[in-house]
């Protein structure tokens, strides 16, 4: 018997154009100043989910050179908003507490994962007003940041919060609404 693979990678500005019913997993977390995790967490996602068709939401673009302009900044936001509502319908959220790389360059005036505590006040409200979102949440060592919150608020709805990113992904696939 063979083992197929089947997970789908779709980065921003790419427009999704996938059925509804088929099952798409956002990947929610730092990405300015942190390393590529991304990649690895579709890695995990696409062996952990044999012979099962997933679509994975990457908001970390592939590079493409020159300046991001404001206009791409907005074209970024309604990418990921519009793709978080979606995997909130039908598939699950990923939210991983990716540690900054100090190696990195970042902009210093801002808050580090600062569009992640957005995305995560989000889901914490879907899930307070009744929704079946499907969440994973984890945090790797060595992660600074309102720490006890994220921890705090995901007990509140008995979401283990895990601190290795493979352990994330298998969670995230069999976390049942």
């Known amino acids: 018997m063979y083992t197929y693979y ?3 990678l779709h980065r921003p500005p790419e427009e999704l154009h996938v059925d509804d019913r088929a099952l798409l997993y956002f990947l929610a977390g730092p990405i300015q100043g942190a390393q590529p995790w991304q990649d690895e967490a579709f890695g995990y996602l696409d062996v952990l989910a044999p ?3 997933i679509h994975v939401a990457s908001p970390r673009r592939e590079h493409q050179g020159g300046k991001f302009t404001s206009e791409d900044k907005s074209n970024q936001i309604r990418w990921e908003k ?7 319908k039908n598939g699950g959220v990923l939210v991983w507490l990716a540690k900054r790389d100090m190696s990195l360059p970042y902009k210093e005036d801002r808050a580090y994962a600062q569009t992640t505590r ?4 989000r889901l914490m409200g879907w899930l307070d007003y009744g929704s079946s979102v499907r969440v994973a949440i984890g945090m790797e060592p060595g992660y ?5 919150y994220y921890a705090d608020s995901a007990a509140e709805f008995s979401i283990p ?9 298998r969670y995230l ?3 049942r609404s």
Do not use: K, S
Not at 82 to 88: D, E
Not at 161 to 169: A, G, I, R
């Open 173 to 175: 696939l069999n976390v």
């Open 144 to 148: 600074r940041g309102n720490e006890d």
């Open 118 to 121: 957005h995305e995560f006040g």
């Open 82 to 88: 519009r793709n978080l509502q979606r995997a909130n």
């Open 51 to 53: 012979n099962q068709a």
């Open 161 to 169: 919060v895990h601190d290795n990113l493979e352990d994330t992904c």
């Open 6 to 8: 089947m997970a789908i």
